[in-house]
């Protein structure tokens, strides 16, 4: 078989992330990129010569977008920031193998080296298990009643036709955890609907769902919330939601 294709693998060009969701870290950007400490990061440090990341190249872009909002997808071309990857991913002799590092929740200290797979499934659910939640899942009476005891001024409460906690409320409860309580009920939990509406909270299985609600303490006064539920809206939703909460203290 003469003119046939040669042994070797064809080598696939360099990953290139441009115009993806992809963020590109360096010696320059990492501080800040990495500031805050209570946004989940996942960073790959690799070598462009590196034949792996350029098969995992589209992939990992896929992630970086179905991640938008959730996580930081990040990339550090070791030959651009050799200082960074020293730092971080110096990986004994084979610095060109490629380290796919996750900076956690308040821990960016300690990062988790990723092991698994390349493929985008995998990544999206090691990102997403380390994505902490800080919702109360109300499946009985007993955990609608601590929920309604919770001390806060405003509790939001998401109703659901499933029973799985969605990723977009898992990451709103890690944001804004510090001012707001998250429950979360499915419309198949009857006796907890019962019960939390029995305590005041007025939230209605009639119309569409998944609904959000949100329930004013002080006024015992319930409200759907009324925009579209992605994770943009929520966000600016709740952020001046928790602004309003800090300038009523102030007025106290």
Known sequence: GMGGRGGRQQRMKPADFKDSDVLMFNDQNWTLETKNTKTIILVAFYDPKDQKMARAAEGYK?????????????????????????????????????????????????????????????????????????????KTKGDVDKFVKQQSPLKIILLSDKSKLPLLFKVLSKDFNKHLVFGMVSSSSHSAIRRIQDAGIKISTESSLPGVFIYQTSISKTRRYPGKLSHDELHKYMNALVRKLNRAKTEL
Not at 69 to 77: F, L, N, Q, S, T
Not at 92 to 105: D, P, Q, V
Not at 109 to 135: D, E, H, M, R
Request: proline share 3%; glycine share 6%; aromatic share 10%.
């Open 62 to 138: 896929e992630l970086a977008s179905s991640m938008k909002g959730y996580a930081k997808i990040a990339a550090v071309d070791c030959q651009k920031s050799k200082q960074l990857c020293r730092t971080h991913a110096s990986a004994g002799k084979s610095s060109r193998a490629m380290k796919i590092k996750l900076y956690g929740y308040r821990s960016h200290n300690k990062p988790v080296t990723y092991t698994g797979k390349l493929s985008k499934k995998a990544l999206y659910n090691f990102v997403q298990s380390n994505i902490p939640s800080f919702v109360s899942v109300l």
